[in-house]
């Protein structure tokens, strides 16, 4: 089988782990609503417990209004407040609400969900290799933002 072929089964594979988890919390038209980007928005605000806009679009390289965009539309469907800072009444901190907490930690299970279907594709040894590559390959990608 070529690399291709490979890494289009496995892409398939994780967006289906994705999917089956998200359903178990959304309905059919709250998932189309929201896109990957979205998602990765709402995992960022959550990793950085409760960011600015600025935070934000320096973590994602992304511009403030694009930030301010896509987070608007996270407020609108109901995933995200803003708060005020007491220290900068300029600035806004961003917090996850329930429905959006919900979202992050099902995000979460479908990748464990992932990661323990590969353990049991793979032995000890293998495992650890394909972590060593795992981690490489995501550090490179990193750098190419």
């Known amino acids: 089988m070529k690399i291709e072929e490979s890494i289009d089964i496995i892409s398939k594979y994780v967006c289906k782990c994705h999917e089956e988890h998200i359903k178990k919390i959304l309905d059919e038209k709250d998932i189309n609503k929201l896109t990957m980007s979205q998602i990765l928005y709402l995992e960022v605000i959550y990793e950085f417990k409760n960011p600015t806009f600025r935070q934000i679009a320096e973590k994602l390289n992304v511009s403030k209004p694009s930030v301010t965009a896509a987070i608007q539309k996270l407020i609108h469907t109901g995933y995200v407040e803003k708060k005020q800072s007491i220290e900068d009444k300029r600035e806004y901190h961003l917090i996850l609400t329930k429905k959006g907490h919900m979202l992050v930690n099902v995000n979460i299970d479908a990748h464990n969900a992932f990661i ?29 933002k």
Do not use: G, R, V
Request: glycine share 0%; aromatic share 6%; no cysteine.
């Open 116 to 144: 323990n279907k590969i353990k049991e594709i793979l032995d000890n040894n293998e495992f650890e290799i394909f972590q060593k590559h795992s981690e490489k390959l995501a550090k490179k990608l990193q750098e190419l």
